[in-house]
């Protein structure tokens, strides 16, 4: 599928580095955690979660982004997708724990939601450098308990999520979804481990992206051999065990490079 | 058990180069989970490339377009990749290298040489990689002459995947055998482009790319057809290939074994599938063995 | 009204050549019904050609393959044809035409006269006719003989038809230029078969053939994105258009008009859709003049 | 679509010339007067109405048709269709005259079965060379009331479809179907066009066929530019009016040839 035209209908200002862009069409099928290749005409094409079914919340980072973040609405770019596998949802009387560090907040948005909507007790953890840096705060508010964590404790715990997470009981959650930087994953991940909840947790992973479609291999990881864009971006926490995660990734040219 | 130049198949599915073979790790589930009986993997050259920008890759109703631009974390950091594949993939693993003349070549080949592929494929075919692939790839004299370099470096089997972006595939063909090819693998993608209208761009960063998947078919199939009459050594085919029939319409042809590329996409053990279909297919003609089925089309008059 | 070499064109759609162009009749029928904007006969030649046997088209999954083999009437049986196509289908009418060498082209040019044809295309490039089409339109040298043979000859516009059967389209499209062409039609046919694997035998009754319809769409706006680049004169964008989208692209590739072919399959008034279709686009996109979108991705960078 | 490989399963000799060949796949959705390319290995593709949902009936003429009468029960054909337009069938009470000369009766058989079917009142008049090459006679003489007539008088009228046809009152038919060679149905088109019955009236055409999926041009009738394979091969007596019919046919160079 080729890409499609999405014209941008409204532009909101997350943070002071992150911006929500809806477009003009809904990508009903739509899985939170699913993800779309966007594509900054004449810069490149890069991978972003959905944050709902018609927006994506990216941080500017680099070219691809700044470019992004210099369009207006009415401006377009274009959109492949949604791809991936999503977050499994709970199912009713379930309790969730979402776990969200930066921009990792995005694909978790929609996730809290729907995890509601099926009739789950969500609690949130959400943490980022500093209280501006805060995704979706009122959001996840919303949909239940939220625990805030901030690098530079201007909001909550000081600390990192992991910082909150050792104080909570995770044996009553029956889904544990997590998205943030690989480096607080990896810590998460350590410590769903010792708590041996791991089998209950999800991760959703970012690898270099060049296909999106699994066929070129780009985004493979290790041991498994798994396609991050494909079989993934969504793991669960058993297939992960004696992965590359929090250990290196690789480049666009496929070299590894230490995380 | 099959054997092709020399190198001992569970069956004749091969994954095609570039795809899945970036890492060791990728190549080894595509053997163990996809059921290939040897593995190609990505094309490594000599210095690390990033490739192209994206969109590198879309699908569109008949197939796919592709410029990723041989990204490659180049051959000292293959290696390590390379073992594992060796290690554990339990199947032949075959080198994919280029270069931009027979020197990068042998250098490449030489490079790989400690982690024992089972053989070396030449890319002298990727149609959107300036300097590399069938650039070189379009001069007779330059393939036999890359063809012999490596010949020269290594001691396994050594194929050559040729471009149909030529008026004669038959005379690169032959370069290729003159050069001391164990094999030829037709073909690599066809030189092609989309335009996305809304905005005008061209959809691949690299503006053009190369065409794969169901469209390419018919022209690899007469690419390999031709390649039957005019060669003595085998002929490897490959393009569009995602079913079993597309596979014996292939050995038909005159392929002694198929590559699969594209078609991984709907499905990781369209091996298994395939090599499965050829033997039910095998049974219920009464043939004893598949390679009865290799160039049957030309008896056929 | 839309002009092309001096030609005026209801609308930028264009009957291709061998598509329902072997009688009068059915090019008025294309033209009325159909709403093309200019029909290309069936290519004439200089002796009566009874064509391969059959099966000489089949239909796959992404586009059919072909192996006609220039059947046709010759020039003096098919002047009453192109009388009648003249007379009454309201639409310019374009004799196609091949020969072995640039005598027999200009014989056949010279001999369609008396009817008038509107322009001269010229069939270097039909895949699968020994002795004519791409066997002699993968020569420069000859492409561009024919040509100026044929200007020589006629004082009506000539479009030369290019194969993508070759390295690099553009150097024969250079010889076209070179020659006097007034345009460049991209692209015939590509090389292709397919086999019956019951039976092992190639579909076709001459085994071989040319690929056409969705399947190639990719390579034709490649071709037409280069010819584009290289030459001055206009380029005819054709291969794989079905839809009012298809044409879009293929004139921001690059294309002064599109010819349809295998798409008639799907409904003869193709034209009429693409031609609302692309008016339709101008509209909301606020172009003023279907010229504007003609190369426009070129200057998308 | 590539062609099928249809494998025989009876083979019925209908009269010295013409055999039935019956095969292992049925085409459901087959409507009386459509046709398929009948794919003789290695010689020539043709032509040829189905005579039911899995049968062709063949005349032995040429090189093709000579091939196919070499097969034996357990070979194979390539088969590509159904294709075309066919007869359009009466509606339940209508009266259905069915007029068929020589194999023209190969794609009637099943027309006059579901004519019948559909609640018609069938009559045939069915014409050929004598009483051996008569064509499915009890089949028609099932569906309804039959006239014969052969040219060398072995049976029934002596002479031509069109002797039968000037004595019967054909205003009391609702369709009329005509199949048979072109001279006849040339005959029979004037006979109708004088009864002023035309508009009643579908002929089913025979062309040189190259591609039958309505793209090359071959198969083009003068003046209307239809096409046999695609358009038809059966027309309205009223499309038919100031057509080639009769008059001449193409060679397979397009040529035009004097019938
Ligand atoms: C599945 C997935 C979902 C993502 N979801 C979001 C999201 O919702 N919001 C968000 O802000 N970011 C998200 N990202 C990260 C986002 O893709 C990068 O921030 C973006 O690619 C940066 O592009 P750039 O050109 O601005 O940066 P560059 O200057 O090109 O690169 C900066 C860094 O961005 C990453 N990057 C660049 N190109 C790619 C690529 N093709 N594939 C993967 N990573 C790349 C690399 O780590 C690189 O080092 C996601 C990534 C993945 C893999
Ligand atoms: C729509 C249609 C339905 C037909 N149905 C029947 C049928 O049910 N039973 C039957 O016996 N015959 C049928 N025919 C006629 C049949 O196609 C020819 O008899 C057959 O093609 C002869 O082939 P051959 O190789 O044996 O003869 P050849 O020696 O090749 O030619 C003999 C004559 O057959 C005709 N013919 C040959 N090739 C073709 C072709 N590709 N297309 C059309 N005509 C051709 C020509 O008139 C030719 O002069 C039908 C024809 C058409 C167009
Ligand atoms: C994403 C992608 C990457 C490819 N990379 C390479 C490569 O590195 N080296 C190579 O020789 N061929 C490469 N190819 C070509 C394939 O190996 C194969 O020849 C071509 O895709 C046709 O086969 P298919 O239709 O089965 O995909 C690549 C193809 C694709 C789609
Ligand atoms: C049945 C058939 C017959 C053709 N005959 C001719 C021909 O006589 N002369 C010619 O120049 N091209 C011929 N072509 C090529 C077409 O004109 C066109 O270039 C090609 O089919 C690609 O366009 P399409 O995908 O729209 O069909 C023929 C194509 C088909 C399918
Ligand atoms: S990005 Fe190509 S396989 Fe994942
Ligand atoms: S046979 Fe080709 S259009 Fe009828």
Chains 1, 4 share one sequence.
């Not at chain 1, 953890?125 to 308990?145: H, I, M, P, Q």
């Not at chain 2, 590198?56 to 594949?85: H, T």
């Not at chain 2, 590329?261 to 009464?286: C, M, P, W």
């Amino acid at each position: 599928m080729l890409p499609l035209n999405a014209t941008i209908t409204r532009i909101d200002e997350e943070s002071p580095s992150v911006r929500t862009f809806f477009f003009d069409f809904q990508f009903e099928t739509m899985k939170p955690g699913q993800f779309v290749m966007v594509w900054v005409r004449g810069v490149d094409e890069v991978p972003m979660g959905l944050s709902s079914k018609n927006s994506i919340t990216v941080q500017k980072v680099g070219e691809a982004t700044s470019k992004l973040f210099e369009l207006k609405e009415g401006n377009s770019f274009g959109l492949r997708g949604p791809f991936g596998k999503g977050f499994s949802l709970p199912s009713e009387g379930e309790k969730t724990l979402v776990i969200a560090g930066g921009v990792g907040a995005a694909p978790l948005a929609p996730y809290a939601e729907a995890a509601k909507s099926a009739g789950s007790e969500v609690h949130t953890v959400l943490g980022a450098r500093s209280a501006d840096d805060l995704l979706f705060e009122k959001l996840f508010a919303k949909t239940g308990k939220i625990f805030i964590s901030t690098d530079d404790g201007s909001k909550g715990t000081k600390g990192f999520v992991t910082d909150v997470l050792s104080s909570l009981d995770l044996s009553v959650y029956d889904k544990i979804a997590v998205c943030g930087p690989e480096i607080m994953m990896a810590s998460v991940f350590r410590l769903l481990e010792d708590r041996k909840v791991l089998e209950k947790s999800e991760f959703s992973l970012h690898r270099y992206f060049k296909c999106g479609l699994g066929v070129c291999g780009a985004c493979c990881i290790d041991k498994s051999g798994l396609r991050v864009c494909r079989d993934g971006p969504v793991f669960s926490g058993v297939q992960l065990l004696n992965s590359e995660l929090g250990k290196y990734t690789r480049d666009a040219s496929g070299r590894r490079v230490k995380i | 058990m099959y054997t092709l130049t020399g190198l001992k198949l569970k069956n004749p599915t091969i994954l095609a180069a570039g795809i899945l073979g970036t890492t060791g790790a990728s190549l080894c589930r595509v053997a163990r989970e996809g059921g290939a009986g040897g593995v190609v993997s990505k094309s490594i050259g000599p210095m690390p490339k990033t490739g192209h920008p994206n969109p590198s890759m879309v699908k569109f109703e008949c197939g796919f377009l592709n410029a990723m631009g041989l990204p490659n974390p180049s051959y000292p950091s293959f290696l390590q990749e390379l073992d594992i594949a060796k290690k554990d993939s339990g199947v032949p693993v075959i080198a994919s290298i280029f270069g931009g003349n027979p020197a990068e070549f042998k250098e490449v080949a030489e490079g790989l040489l400690p982690a024992k592929p089972d053989a070396f494929e030449l890319n002298v075919s990727c149609p959107h990689a300036e300097g590399y692939g069938a650039a070189v790839g379009s001069n007779p004299c330059l393939v036999e002459a890359i063809t012999a370099a490596v010949k020269e470096t290594v001691n396994v089997p050594v194929w050559v995947k040729l471009t149909p972006n030529v008026s004669d595939i038959t005379c690169i063909g032959s370069a290729a055998e003159s050069g001391g090819a164990d094999a030829v693998v037709a073909i690599n993608t066809l030189k092609g482009m989309a335009i996305d209208i809304e905005s005008g761009y061209p959809v691949l960063g690299n503006r053009s790319g190369g065409l794969s998947g169901k469209a390419v078919k018919p022209v690899a199939v007469k690419c390999v057809y031709d390649l039957y009459t005019a060669l003595e050594i085998p002929v490897i085919g490959v393009g569009g290939v995602s079913s079993w029939q597309d596979a014996v319409e292939m050995m038909m042809a005159g392929a002694a074994a198929v590559q699969v590329g594209s078609a991984v996409y709907d499905r990781l053990d369209i091996f298994s599938e395939i090599s499965k279909g050829i033997e039910t297919f095998l049974q219920r003609k009464g043939y004893s063995d598949v390679k009865e089925l290799i160039g049957l089309s030309h008896e056929m008059v």
